[in-house]
């Protein structure tokens, strides 16, 4: 079974930083553009961001760009988001999914395959 666990949310102070982790299982990710989205309670999926199959592009929403950095070890086969400079609207669960992809893009819409059951991330003091 093909699965997208994340890692890493929890409490933190406005001005803190965490990094969360999406490992996968049942599949490699090195054909996968991977995507970051956050949800918050009665708001839309947001895109916050995304990095190519090979990592060599990225894309971030204007809301977290300059705070947050994706990155990717396909040899343990995890990506990472690092958040800093947290604010309370960062407040969401945040998660991250899959795309088998050919191109050497990402993509910040949610046209993703397979995705985790994400992990709260809470900003407040």
């Known amino acids: 079974q093909l699965q997208l666990v994340e890692s890493g949310g929890g409490l933190v102070q406005p001005g803190g930083s965490l990094r969360l982790s999406c490992a996968a299982s049942g599949f490699t990710l090195n054909d996968y553009a991977i995507g970051w989205f956050r949800q918050a309670p009665g708001k839309e999926r947001e895109g916050v961001s995304c990095?190519?199959?090979?990592?060599?592009?990225?894309k971030y929403a204007d809301s977290v760009k300059g705070r947050f950095t994706v990155s990717r070890d396909n040899a343990k086969n995890t990506v990472y988001l690092q958040i800093n400079s947290l604010k309370p609207e960062d407040t969401a669960i945040y998660y991250c999914?899959?795309?088998?992809?050919?191109?050497?893009?990402?993509?910040?819409?949610?046209?993703?395959?397979?995705w985790g059951q994400g992990t709260q991330v809470t900003v407040s003091s």
């Open positions: 999914a899959a795309r088998r992809t050919l191109l050497r893009l990402c993509s910040l819409s949610p046209n993703y395959d397979n």
């Open positions: 990095i190519s199959k090979l990592g060599n592009s990225t």
